[in-house]
């Protein structure tokens, strides 16, 4: 490859890189940015970061608020979200079920993948008794402090386990597990009973019960939970129910993706 070719393949690499750390400052905490910060928070200079917002407001990838000079995330990135999205198995199986049960359960009901080492929601739909501000589609979630994400772990080897989480967690509340033999004790638990439960682990004054998916081959690819505030989930009384209603629906959307589960006839 000529010179000049292999000088422009790196920039244009460059470039890339850069418009994607730009996208990437904007968070649910910063969910805009102005000039300045985008070139404190990339290291760019500031011409850099100029000449790239421009070219990403151009291309609807941001917006710009005239009046108050902030950045935001633009339609383009929207519809590229909708797209991965609708292209997932699982979020197509689950999307229509996890809203009907929402709705007649009156709670929120959320389905959600594993990504490396946090969980990635696909399904967010509230019920009227568990209303949220916002939405929890494509946020991420830890995985030993949460129903879902012990749920999408359960089925782990331990050295596997380890690999992927470590030995030591966040902690988010009192009633966060923060140790590894703390977390095997709890998946040991989900394995048992079928579905992993949460209370107060990650938030104050919420509680959710979630269940495995499993893909054609068994594996556990996502989770389905129904979570609400404490006082609408009422598990001391309501667990046995809710649990079984997580179960059930997750083996529909399992059922969606070829799995099929044997029973082994017993001796007679």
Do not use: W
């Not at 995330?73 to 999205?85: D, F, N, S």
């Not at 198995?89 to 080492?117: I, T």
């Not at 998946?187 to 079928?194: C, I, M, T």
Request: proline share 5%; hydrophobic share 40%.
């Amino acid at each position: 490859m000529p010179r000049e070719a292999v000088r422009e393949s790196a920039g244009g690499t460059q470039s890339v890189e850069r418009a994607l750390s730009l996208l990437s400052a904007f968070t649910e905490e910063h969910p805009e940015r102005r000039i300045s910060e985008l070139v404190a928070t990339t290291g760019l200079g500031q011409s850099t970061v100029s000449r790239l917002v421009g070219a990403l407001v151009n291309l609807g990838y941001l917006t710009h608020h005239g009046r108050s000079g902030l950045y935001g995330i633009g339609p383009r990135v929207i519809t590229l979200a909708g797209i991965g999205l609708n292209q997932s198995p699982v979020h197509q199986q689950s999307r229509q079920l996890a809203q009907n049960l929402a709705a007649s359960l009156g709670l929120g009901v959320n389905v959600a993948e594993r990504h490396d080492a946090s969980l990635f929601y696909l399904c967010h739909f509230e019920g009227a008794n568990a209303p949220r501000p916002s939405t929890l589609i494509g946020r991420g979630g830890p995985l030993h402090a949460t129903a879902m994400g012990k749920a999408l772990v359960s089925e782990l080897e331990p050295t596997g386990l380890r690999d992927l989480i470590g030995v030591e967690y966040a902690r988010y509340t009192p009633h966060t597990i923060t140790s590894y033999d703390e977390l095997a004790g709890a998946l040991q638990e989900v394995r048992s009973r079928g579905y992993a439960t949460e209370l107060e682990e990650l938030a104050f004054g919420r509680a959710c019960v979630a269940a495995p998916i499993r893909d054609r081959s068994g594996q556990v690819v996502a989770a389905l939970s129904v979570s609400g505030p404490l006082s609408a989930m009422n598990l001391p009384a309501r667990q046995d129910e809710l649990a079984m209603i997580a179960i059930e629906h997750a083996d529909q959307i399992s059922s969606s993706l070829g799995y099929h589960a044997t029973v082994t006839a017993l001796p007679g």
